[in-house]
Structures are given as structure tokens and as C-alpha cells.
């Protein structure tokens, strides 16, 4: 069992008051609170060895450098990926999916085929959009069921001898719906196809084994796991990598310039152009640190008492909807017939409680549930039930003035 008040501890924000009320934070899905231990790297690395990383012979330098690639040795360990030259650490999830989508631009030909699913966000939509007219390939959506789900049954249908590329998110960000990437995977690979996972909202509450997936590309960002924003990685197979041409021109990526040819540097700095955010990258590996030292066990465990509990409570208040029903983690995304989710979210603002309203970036779920967008609560193990009950009664408030 966690020890919730220690755990809260770590958070300084938790501290705060908003509108006079104590802070409720239920936005984790859009980003996550830092605790100390990451807060603390951060002040460590501009107090004491503020440097630029892979050029000095300075002492400075070599600290940066040797802190930087100890984060990328975490990150690495982590994901349980083969080689640390596997892990690009990136500006984040969207920069990740933007060097693999540019790179196959120039790799995929017309005729050749990609599928996304129907769950993503629009980071993950877009730059395949935009590869897909570069190239001329045709893109391809995995339609979604009404319990947030993909079918499954019409992937394995679109799936043949042209589809190069499939990309899928690992949870959704909008309902909390986990996919079964483990079959997306093997069924693609039958074809030849390469998956590329969006993990962004899957990492604060799993954590996935790369090599035991066997993912060809698996993305996410640091600060909705307790890191930092402005850094992510990007994991891709060895030969795969070595096999995309280089995302951005710049200082560090290469090996040799002059102005007949450029040749490139190895792995992972070919897709590193230019000054990456040291810092960041390194406060990212001190939040894996922290979120192994409460274990993913736990956080599973602890998460899913509050979902279970936020989400029963929910369904005891006349006209409440929540979206995407299947096998989830601790996102839920309601509605209140006849109220505007917007609405909502400025009255539990007023009380103190921050939630996420809108369509979250996935404008076609909200589409094919026909609604402007959902109210979103999403909880971290950091949370309490105490929370979710002023949650309840806020939500009830607010359902009674607006309607
Ligand atoms: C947040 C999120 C992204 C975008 O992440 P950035 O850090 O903004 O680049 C992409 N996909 C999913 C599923 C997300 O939840």
C-alpha cells in the first residue's frame, strides 16, 4: 500500500490554493505535478554544472555530458530498450512522431498504405496526413466502437501487402481506453509493416517492455510522467533508425561537412540537431527514478481504487455519460446531458478543481459521439478519494445552476 500523504508530500504544488479553495488536480492527463526529486535536478543542473554537453573539454561540460547520457541509460533501462543509442531524446511525443513521419516521407511511394486509428490525437494524425500527401500513399483509419475501443476485427481486414506503416496510440488521451497494441503489432508485422506507438498517455501509468513488444517505434514525453515539458524520446530499432534519413540539419548531428557532402553521425545523435534540452533530459531521467521508486505496480494498484470510485460516484448523478467504457486507466471523460462541458469546467475552476474540457486534441472521437467535446478527470496516483467526493458535490452544484 502507498503511503498517500508522503506521496502528496512530494509535491509541492498540492500545497496551493486556487480561488481560495485547495488545489484538485485532475488535469494529469494533459500534464503531470514534478515532484521534489525532479525539481530538485532541475535547480542541481543550473546551480552547479550549467554547461553545453558533447563540445567542452571543461569540466562543466563533461558533467553535463555524463549527466545527460546517465538520463538517456535510465530512459533506456526503462523501456528495457536493447541499446542507449536507441533512445533520441526529443523536444517530445509530437517531435518524435514528426522525425519518423518526415523520414518515411521520403521512404513511402505512391500505392503504399498507412492505417492510424480512429482514437488518435491530433499530433498523431496530422504529420501522417501531411507524410501521406508528400509521398502520395493513401491513409487508412481503424473505425472505433461506442465503448472507445478499436475494431480490431476490421484492422486485421485492412492490413495487406501495401501497408508499410501503422500508428496507434497506447491509450487514448481522450477517453483513457487502452489499446491492444501487443496484436496491433504482431498483425501488422505479418505484413510487413512497421508500428509506431504513441505512448504519451500510457507511460504515466504503465510501463512498457520495448523488446518484448517487439515495437519498431514507441514515442512519448516526459511531462505527463512527472518530468519536465520541452523533452520526450523517441525509441526505434537500431536498423531502423540507421535506415531514416536525419530529421533536422545542424550542429551535432554530423560527422563530416563541407559544402560537396555532409556525412552524418551515428546513432542517437544523427536526429539530436543542435542543443538539445540538456536539462530537461536529465530531469526526465530523474522522474523515471521517481516513478520506479513508487513502482508501477502501485500506481496501477492505487489508480484503479480511484477510478473505480470517481467513476461509480459519477454514474449516481441523473444525466452523466461517461465516454469510453473498455479496458481503461484513471481517465474519465463525462458528460451532463444538455450542459456544455465548458460550463462545467468553469464552475469546478471556481472551486478549486482543474479538469480538462474540449475535445482534447481528438476531434473525431467527439465527432463519432457526435458532442462539442467532454469534461476530463484524470487522476494520478498522487490523488485521494476526499478529492474526487468535492469533485462529486462540485459537479453537482454546477449541474444544478446550469440547468
Ligand atoms: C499529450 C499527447 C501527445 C502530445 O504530446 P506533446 O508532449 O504535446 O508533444 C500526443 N499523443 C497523446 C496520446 C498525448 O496524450
Known sequence: MLDINKIRADFPILERKVHGKPLIYFDNGATSQTPTAVIDTIVDYYTNYNANIHRGVHTLSQEATDKYEEARIKIQKHFNAKHSYEIILTSGTTESINVIASGFSVILKEGDEVIVSALEHHSNIVPWQMMCEKAGATLRVIPMDEDGSLRIDLFEEMLNVNTKLVFCNHVSNALGTINP???????????GAYVLIDGAQACPHIKP?????????????????????????????????????????????????????????????KFEAGTPNICGGIAFGAAVDYMNAIGFDNIQEREHQLLDYATKKLLEIDGLKIYGTSTKTSVISFNIDGIHPYDIGSIL????????????CAQPIMDFYKIPGTVRASLSFYNTEDEIDTMIEAVKKAKMMLS
Open 349 to 360: 475552476d471556481k472551486l478549486g478543481i482543474a479538469v480538462r474540457t474540449g475535445h482534447h
Open 209 to 269: 517492455d520495448v523488446q518484448q513488444l517487439d515495437v519498431d517505434f514507441y514515442v512519448t514525453s516526459a511531462h505527463k510522467m512527472c518530468g519536465p515539458t520541452g523533452v520526450g524520446m523517441l525509441y526505434g530499432k537500431q536498423e531502423l533508425l540507421e535506415m531514416l534519413p536525419p530529421y533536422q540539419g545542424g550542429g551535432e548531428m554530423i560527422d563530416t561537412v563541407t559544402f560537396e557532402k555532409t556525412t552524418y553521425a551515428g546513432l542517437p545523435h
Open 181 to 191: 497494441i501487443e496484436k496491433i503489432i504482431k498483425s501488422a508485422h505479418k505484413f
